[in-house]
């Protein structure tokens, strides 16, 4: 089992920045690619951007490209995203996910955290 807790939620303005983090234990992790999702109120949860196990790859919503950056850190077990330029259509749950494939990890994560609040006024 994979267990995962985000932080850094918020609300914020728009054109603000948040640091989205999720925090793993339980196996070892860079053996996981690593995902965030979101949802917003009364949708489906969608993919926002996804990471292979060193870093190398990297993949985003159209939405989010040129203003989110997905990192890890796998001494710290730890997945980042850097939200920037951030637009009321953002606010939504985000939430990370884990799976031992990158190709996995971008439809049907294996783990899931249980998310954090991001809201962006306007």
């Known amino acids: 089992q994979v267990q995962l807790v985000e932080s850094g939620g918020g609300l914020v303005q728009a054109g603000d920045s948040l640091r989205l983090s999720c925090a793993a234990s339980g196996r070892t992790f860079s053996n996981y690619a690593m995902g965030w999702f979101r949802q917003a109120p009364g949708k489906e949860r969608k993919f926002v951007a996804a990471?292979?196990?060193?870093?190398?790859?990297?993949s985003y919503v159209d939405s989010a490209k040129g203003r989110f950056t997905i990192s890890r850190d796998n001494a710290k077990n730890t997945v980042y995203l850097q939200m920037n330029s951030l637009k009321p259509e953002d606010t939504a749950t985000y939430s990370c996910a884990a799976a031992l494939s990158y190709t996995r990890v971008l439809n049907i994560p294996d783990y899931w955290g249980q998310g954090t609040q991001v809201t962006v006024s306007s």
């Open positions: 990471i292979n196990w060193s870093g190398s790859s990297t």
